[in-house]
């Protein structure tokens, strides 16, 4: 009993707080939910649920402040950031057509199953041309009896009945991997047992779940491609530079650089071969079996073939997926359901609370006479009046006064491209309900604001981000990057502060082709690098300035006064080389115009912090510390859980 009425009473204290004042800057209040929302969404790392709370209150009230500083220039009455928050709401309105209820069961059902990844095969029928729809049921009544007894498909019988019948392993996969409606079944299965034939895009399909396994998580890898066509006579030839490439790797070859010199893949060569990284269910099941294979960041696999060549993978990264259902985790497979086909569910069901809150109304309207006004508009576009029925007679009412007349019947008709000439009124009686929904949708949408929180909230994000990116180009960025006094004023306070790195004078030159670098390289024994552009008309471009090493295209022990060697783009055709005419050692001083980028970041951030400062003294901050440290608890248990 005293257990019960703890838990009770914490569970009531959490309620309450997040409705309390969290603190206070000036006159203005921000409650503990707006806080925890924005932290919930943006929260940074660090080792402790103190120390990033903390953290996070800390920005979070400059941040505040900075916003305030911006609504008190009336930067938020910019016709600009006014343009950009209207077309925000147009953008991510669809996301809040949604039912709750629905989205919550989605993110909850996604998260679960994104715990477990599912070996799946597939067996497809499909008719190889138009087939009474009950023979191919039947067809694949008896497939499914086959495959339950343990007995061979008679792929033959099937083909002489004009079915074509296919079997394929899907390998592992994961939540979002298959469409929501398949992937409902393959879940639903237990490890062993085959699904009953369902029809999907035309065919039907039987899923057999193989087997299940604790999910894979993420993996990062970076791959070295040697393409070819697996049976061609060069896959001696592409298998042995493959050999040669991990031996090479194995003696602790740079894996980025043979990727960008030898990989086929045009998507990844140029990042040293790094892939996106992905889940199960992304590439061919012998590829990701590889991928997954590697244990530790770092681990190369030895070369191995699909149907795309030669591949050698290297480990960057591995993330398993999350154990705890913390505010990120939730974020972020809620944006994944919110782009995927289940989406639609909650778009359905949103309905129904719609018509209740908009309090749709439906009047009474003589559907002749409808018809007869509907008819006359739409082919012979003249307005009448059939009864008592005519553009202006109101069908609908919602209870923020809003009405829907004939005229949006007229419209909606108009623009749904399905009205039959042949048998008009049909039509109109299958639209109608769509028109209802439709309305009732429109009135919901118009009045977001009022409906949904969240929704509010994501608007306010992204108005005060707009506001803060203004008034920190005003008080900032603008101001550091203009105030050349300030900045030599600067640079001579802290002179022995900016300081070269090794570095060189350099021309990087960029040419449309090999045989065209040849001629420039050739023509820099006679020219100056600019002659030799001139000379060359648009298929030479070069860049002279004085870089560090680490900006230079070359490796940094080949880097040495002279011409260096052409590299070619094995993909495009075009050709590099550089030209030194002079290295430095590092720690040779800067001068102000090479230091200008460094001042300047230095100059910024004097400017910020007299801002803040200025800031805080006009706004105090107060933080209320009960409130704080009821957060505080809150958090660090959702963390131990």
Known sequence: MKRFFLLFLFGTIAGNVFSQTLFTYGPYAVSADEFKYAY?????????????????????????????????????????????????????????????????????????????????????????SKKDSSTIVQAADRVLSTLRNGEVVDTKALEAEGLQFAKEDLGFI????????????????????????????????????????????????????????PGRKNEARVRSLADSLYQ?????????????????????????????????????????????ALKHDGDISKPFLTDFGYHILKRISATPFPVKDNEEVLYHVRQEVLADDRAESARQKLLASAREKTGFHALTVNKQDLYKVTDTSLWVNKLITSGTVNQQTVLFTFNDGSETKVSDWDLFLRNSGKVWRADMHESYKQLWPDFEKASILANYQKRLETFDTNYVRQLKEFEEGNMLFEVMQEKVWQKASEDTAGLLKLYMQQKDKYKWKASADVV??????????????????????????????????????????????????????????????????????????????????????????????????????????????????????????????????????
Not at 83 to 90: I, P, R
Not at 182 to 203: Q, R
Not at 266 to 285: A, D, I, M, Q
């Open 40 to 128: 919930s969404k943006n929260k940074i790392a660090s080792d402790t649920v103190k120390n990033d709370l903390k953290t996070y209150l800390d920005l979070y009230t400059l941040f505040k402040l900075k916003v305030q500083d911006a609504r008190d220039l009336r930067l938020d009455t910019l016709p600009a950031l006014q343009a950009d928050l209207q077309n925000y709401k147009l953008q991510i309105e669809k996301n809040y057509l949604l039912d709750n209820a629905q989205m919550e069961f989605l993110v909850n059902q996604a998260l679960q199953r994104s715990r477990k990844d599912v070996r799946v095969i597939s067996y497809r029928l499909s008719p190889d």
């Open 174 to 229: 994961t939540a979002f991997t298959l469409p929501w409606e398949i992937e409902n079944v393959v879940y639903d299965l237990s490890v062993g047992s085959y699904s009953g034939p369902m029809k999907f895009n035309g065919a039907y399909y039987i899923f057999y779940k193989q087997s299940e396994r604790p999910a894979a998580g993420k993996v990062k890898v970076a791959q070295i491609l040697l393409a070819f066509e």
């Open 248 to 292: 090479a790797l194995k003696k602790g070859a740079d894996f980025a650089a043979l990727a960008k010199t030898y990989s086929d893949d045009r998507n990844s060569y140029f990042r040293g071969g790094e892939l996106p990284e992905f889940t199960v269910g992304k590439y061919t099941l012998d590829f990701e079996n590889q991928a997954f």
């Open 508 to 641: 990087i030159f960029s040419c449309s082709n090999e045989a065209i670098a040849k001629e420039a390289k050739n023509a820099l024994q006679k020219e100056t690098w600019k002659e030799v552009v001139d000379a060359h008309h648009g298929n030479v471009m070069a860049d002279s300035a004085r870089y560090d090493y680490s900006a230079i295209p070359l490796p940094a022990h080949d880097i040495r006064v002279g011409i260096s060697d052409i590299k070619v783009n094995r993909f495009d055709g075009t050709a590099t080389f550089v030209q030194v005419v002079k290295t430095y050692p590092s720690g040779l001083p800067m001068s102000f115009e090479d230091a200008r980028g460094a001042v300047i970041d230095e100059y910024q951030k004097l400017l910020e912090k007299e801002w803040t400062d200025q800031l805080k003294a006009k706004y105090p901050i107060r933080i209320n510390q009960r409130v704080y440290g009821l957060l505080l608890s809150q958090f660090a248990e959702k963390s131990e859980r």
